[in-house]
């Protein structure tokens, strides 16, 4: 699993503050602890910067890449912010992140990436929003992501597609769909393009200490339709460990083989079944109820784990 | 050429859950009401019985309201300064259950001596709202939960910011609460769990998902009780409480029912269109599952009496 650590993000109040006060150690710190933790690159998402981009973003850059060697992923929708942070990167090639297949952003976004020869970000949404339906979304990198690609002579390799995971709480139709369009885009395109999602945003507005649960079942299912890529927290133990575990097919403990049967399940387009689950135990209970409201089978509540 | 209907077997059922308790069961009423308990969608008769139609609750308030359309006074007439004759001409007009609606200028005593009146004017079971107001509908609620210990009342309104209190209240004193989400599957859910954590009877929970009215977001509405229904028959245990909805409520907000003056001409005649929007109202949402719809005029009333009649019979 190829992790783009997610921590360097402005709605953290820690990563607010330390921005204000240019603290260095501070990101150099967070840039080094997730690539130590295992992250393969490092996401930067400082907002849009209106009034200081062209000082903050050359800023960040210079800072992270003092430490560490790993792309940096320039996460903002600011055009002029990401070409002065594209200006100023000198180690690893580096991920944009995003466009969309809205005309603006895909006029603009692809001729940076071709420009600095970066990887870029594509999510399937239009300007009217994001479609429910698997095939919508898969449509969308189809007929406008890819032949936009194509047009300016982006290498397909440096395309990295992102379906849309949006949150269970809220949009839990679009979860199961989100499955499904992960699958299917690895066979929209000759060679397939890349698939990255925002792992995390399955669990928005969802109370804290349900959100891991939630993430690393949505986790095993993704990984169970062939997701390698994604932007996550590479600080979550138990979610590394279900990488791990299904990585390497390791059913060794109960729940490794948990996780291992849901990917399994999904992998074979087929829903986890209740007997796939020793249901006397309180956690593998808990995941059992978690693959439900994933896969919109049982309607979501902040409590559903007392349901 | 004989054509076969495809039916569903649904594996869940909506909980049959009662209102209102008769001398033999502790109360007062002379009647009570019971809703749910089928497992079919609303009159798909073929698949299943719908064992417990729709029914109609009239919405009364303890004193005279200020900002009803002129349509509901001219209904109503006098008995609206009466909250016990207003019960009683109600229950004439053909009302299976009522609502008393409180205001925030009652006091504990003409609160609680309302819903006495009411409840000595009239034998059906009764649904007893508070003014809105989170403390001043606790303030009100409790000691009408007490006076009327038995009785089976519904205790509302519910709301995510305050349920416990009004909860607590109706189960020490064997009443029901009615649990309100604004059109919202999950937070329907959401409350209902809670509701039930605090160790409440689920047959003594009435789902209140809010709705809209005609023209204002009804689509909206439905499409919540409809996902909610479907997943009651599923089997999702807390999505299986019967629903109560406002059309009355809804309605008449609407500057279409409750203005006459000021509007297009081609809009026609004021009272025609008053009742049809009411009327439409509840109909669409009783079609999407609704148990309870609270009403306010006789006429709206009449109108979706007679189309439950030819529902359940069609």
Redesign the interface.
């Given at each position: 699993m190829y992790i783009i650590g997610e921590n360097i993000h402005i709605i953290s109040e820690k990563v607010k503050e330390a921005l204000a006060n240019r603290d260095r150690e501070f990101f150099m710190d967070l840039a080094v602890r997730q690539v130590e933790a295992g992250a393969k690159a490092i996401d930067i998402n400082l907002g849009p910067r209106k009034k200081d981009w062209a000082e903050v973003f050359p800023w960040i850059v210079e800072t992270i890449e003092t430490v560490v060697d790993v792309p940096l992923s320039i996460d903002t929708t600011n055009v002029d912010g990401m070409e002065a942070a594209l200006k100023k990167i000198t180690k690893a090639q580096p991920i944009l992140n995003s466009t969309s297949a809205e005309p603006e952003r895909l006029e603009k976004v692809p001729l940076l990436a071709k420009k600095y020869n970066a990887k870029l970000i594509a999510l399937t949404m239009r300007s009217e929003g994001i479609p429910v339906e698997a095939d919508a979304r898969v449509n969308i990198a189809i007929e406008t992501l890819i032949p936009r690609m194509m047009e300016i002579d982006l290498p397909m390799e440096n395309l990295i597609i992102d379906p849309l995971v949006l949150t269970v709480?809220?949009c839990?139709q679009y979860c199961p769909h989100l499955i499904e369009a992960v699958r299917t885009l690895q066979y929209a395109w000759d060679p397939a393009p890349m698939i990255s999602v925002g792992l995390s945003n399955v669990s928005n507005a969802v109370p804290n200490e349900n959100r891991p649960l939630i993430n690393r079942v949505y986790l095993a299912m993704l990984m169970g339709v062939g997701l390698q890529m994604m932007i996550a927290n590479p600080f979550d133990e138990k979610q590394n460990d279900v990488i791990r575990w299904i990585e390497t097919k390791d059913t060794s403990n109960p729940l490794a083989a948990v996780y291992n049967k849901i990917a399994e399940r999904i992998c074979a387009g087929e829903e986890p079944q209740m007997e796939d689950f020793d249901l006397s135990d309180p956690e593998q209970s808990a995941i059992w109820k978690t693959t439900q409201i994933l896969l919109n089978?049982?309607?979501?509540?902040?409590?559903?784990l007392?349901? | 050429m004989p054509i076969e209907i495809p039916k569903d077997k649904w594996p869940g059922s909506i909980r049959t859950v009662t209102i209102g308790a008769t001398s033999a069961d502790g109360g007062t009423r002379s009647k009570t009401v019971t809703l749910g308990g089928y497992t079919t969608l609303p009159f798909m008769h073929f698949e299943a019985p719908m064992s417990n139609p729709p029914v109609i609750a009239i919405e009364i308030k303890s004193r005279k309201p200020d900002d009803w359309s002129p349509l509901l006074f001219e209904a109503w007439g006098d008995v609206m300064n009466d909250p016990a004759q207003w019960a009683k001409k109600a229950e004439e007009t053909g009302a299976d259950l009522l609502v008393l609606a409180l205001t925030v200028e009652d006091s504990v005593e003409d609160a609680v001596k309302a819903v006495k009146s009411v409840l000595s004017a009239s034998g059906l079971p009764l649904i007893v709202w508070g003014p809105g107001q989170a403390e001043k509908d606790n303030e009100l609620l409790v000691p009408i939960a007490e006076a009327t210990k038995g009785e089976r009342l519904v205790l509302g309104i519910c709301e995510d910011k305050n349920y416990r209190t009004i909860v607590a209240t109706a189960m020490a004193n064997g009443h029901l609460v009615q649990a309100r989400t604004p059109m919202?599957?999950?937070?329907s859910?959401?409350l209902?769990?809670?509701i039930s954590?605090m160790g409440m009877p689920k047959d003594r929970i009435l789902m209140d998902p809010t709705t809209g009215a005609l023209g204002y977001g009804i689509e909206y509405g439905y499409s919540v009780m409809e996902?909610?229904r479907l997943?009651a028959l599923?089997g999702?245990?807390?999505?299986q409480s019967p629903m109560i909805v406002t059309p009355g409520f809804e309605a008449w907000k609407t500057k279409e029912a409750k203005v006459g003056e000021g509007v297009p001409e081609a809009w026609g005649d004021w009272k025609a269109r008053a009742i049809n929007w009411e009327t439409l109202t509840a109909m669409a949402l009783i079609e999407s599952g609704a148990d309870v719809v609270v009403l306010r005029h006789p006429e709206s009333v009449r109108r979706v009496r007679e189309a439950i009649g030819e529902l359940v019979m069609a």
């Open positions: 709480s809220g839990q089978k049982v309607i979501y509540a902040d409590s559903y007392m349901n | 919202d599957v999950n937070l859910k959401q209902n769990i809670l954590d996902r909610l997943a599923q999702d245990a807390m999505t």
